[in-house]
């Protein structure tokens, strides 16, 4: 009891199960339009033309995803935070206030960037050109390298950070 529909070169078959009794209003071709209520969706098959290949949407880039948007977001929170509530301090930056403000733009430039190879990265999951692969290894350098302005702003500022927005 399946239907086969035509999206593009592929064809996608649908199989529907009622679960109730079909109520609704009958369409001229004598079609009953049900309720979502009473429907449930079977398998759904996907037949794909021969020497194509389907890639997933976000195939194995999950946990990437996921670690790439939690140190940006991160990053940029603890930045802005730093900036917006604690002065200058410290032996590097008491007598240069400049330095300090640069450093923390730069951060937060890094965490843009960050949220920036999350965005790029599942582009190319999803198909939004060629290269998935090579994106997801690029994406993975960044994650490993977002450690560092990560470590840096906590150092300047994250105390403060935690004692602001926890206290």
Do not use: C
């Not at 309720?35 to 389907?54: R, Y």
């Not at 929170?77 to 730093?82: A, G, H, K, N, W």
């Amino acid at each position: 009891m399946g239907s086969i529909r035509q999206f593009g070169s592929y064809n996608l078959q649908i199989s529907v199960v009622g679960t109730a009794p079909a109520t609704g209003a009958v369409n001229p071709t004598g079609e009953v339009q049900a309720g979502s209520d009473n429907l449930e969706l079977g398998a759904v098959e996907i037949q794909v033309p021969s020497g194509e290949e389907v890639i997933p949407a976000v195939s194995g880039t999950g946990p990437l995803v996921k670690g790439l948007r939690g140190s940006g977001l991160l990053t940029l929170l603890v930045s802005v935070t730093t900036i917006l509530n604690k002065p200058p301090h410290g032996v590097l930056f008491a007598r240069h206030v400049i330095a300090y403000y640069l450093t923390l733009a730069g951060i937060f430039v890094a965490g843009v960037l960050e949220i920036g190879t999350v965005l790029w990265v599942t582009g190319g999951a999803r198909g939004g050109g060629g290269g998935g692969g090579g994106r997801r290894a690029f994406g993975r350098v960044v994650l490993w390298a977002s450690v560092v302005p990560l470590t840096v702003v906590s150092g300047i500022g994250g105390y403060n950070v935690v004692v602001n927005l926890l206290g």
